[in-house]
Each structure stands twice: as structure tokens, then as C-alpha cells.
């Protein structure tokens, strides 16, 4: 079982940037492809799918986060690593990744959070207006 542990979450003026880190207990490349992600969660809310990549190295983003926030994956690090960049009050919430082992981050049950090998604990990420 892959342990990812978040990190990187604090609480920031609106405009201002957080790098949040995701570090797994292996490599992401157990089955020779991965679906890695960022999810967040705010209380009474549906959960939404920050941004994602794959083992091919596409990425795809939310509409409410596109051109600010950057995804990327060192996979010598076996860390994913989401730049998060001009953040606003709306951004608050619980951040955490996840990861499924498939060559395809596409599908509603991926994209909604429900298809996962593994998911982190979470980091809090907080912005005030």
C-alpha cells in the first residue's frame, strides 16, 4: 500500500503563492503507469479535482484554477508537487493528492474523487481576502 503524505498547506494573503508537496512511500510507477492528482474539499462541498497528471506526462486543470496553478512530479523524488500561484479567497480548503494506478487520468470516478489506490491525509491550505 502507497502512504503519500502532504505538506506545503498555510494560511496566505490573497495573491500569494504555496508550493504543496506530496510525498510517496514508493514510486509512483508500480504498474508501470499512474494517474496522480490534487483534490481539494471545503466543508459542505462537493470535492473537486484541482489538477492531474499522468505517467506520459499530460496534465489536465480545473477551469478555476487554469493559469494559475502548476502540476508536476519529480519522480526521482517520487514527490508530486503542486505551484500554486496569484491564490484567492476561493482556493481555501483541504488540499490532498491521490493516486491510481492507470495509464489514464480521464474518467468521472477519477475526476470525482472516488478512484484511487492511495489519498493523503490532506494540507490545509487558507487565503484571506
Known amino acids: 500500500q502507497t502512504k503519500l503524505v502532504e505538506s506545503g498547506g498555510a494560511s496566505v494573503q490573497a495573491g500569494g503563492s504555496l508550493r504543496l508537496s506530496c510525498q510517496s512511500s514508493?514510486?509512483?510507477?508500480?504498474?508501470?503507469?499512474?494517474?496522480l492528482g490534487w483534490f481539494r474539499q471545503v466543508s459542505g462541498i462537493e470535492r473537486e479535482r484541482v489538477a492531474d497528471?499522468?505517467?506520459?506526462?499530460?496534465?489536465n486543470y480545473a477551469n478555476s484554477v487554469t493559469g494559475r496553478f502548476t502540476i508536476s512530479v519529480d519522480n526521482a523524488k517520487n514527490t508530486l508537487y503542486l505551484q500554486m500561484n496569484s491564490l484567492k479567497p476561493d482556493d481555501t480548503a483541504l488540499y490532498y493528492c491521490?493516486?491510481?494506478?492507470?495509464?489514464?487520468?480521464?474518467?468521472?470516478?477519477?475526476?470525482?474523487?472516488?478512484?484511487?489506490?492511495?489519498r493523503g491525509q490532506g494540507t490545509q491550505v487558507t487565503v484571506a481576502s
Open positions: 497528471i499522468d505517467s506520459a506526462g499530460s496534465a
Open positions: 514508493r514510486s509512483f510507477y508500480v504498474n508501470s503507469a499512474y494517474c
Open positions: 491521490a493516486v491510481v494506478y492507470r495509464a489514464s487520468c480521464s474518467g468521472p470516478d477519477w475526476r470525482s474523487g472516488n478512484a484511487y489506490n492511495s
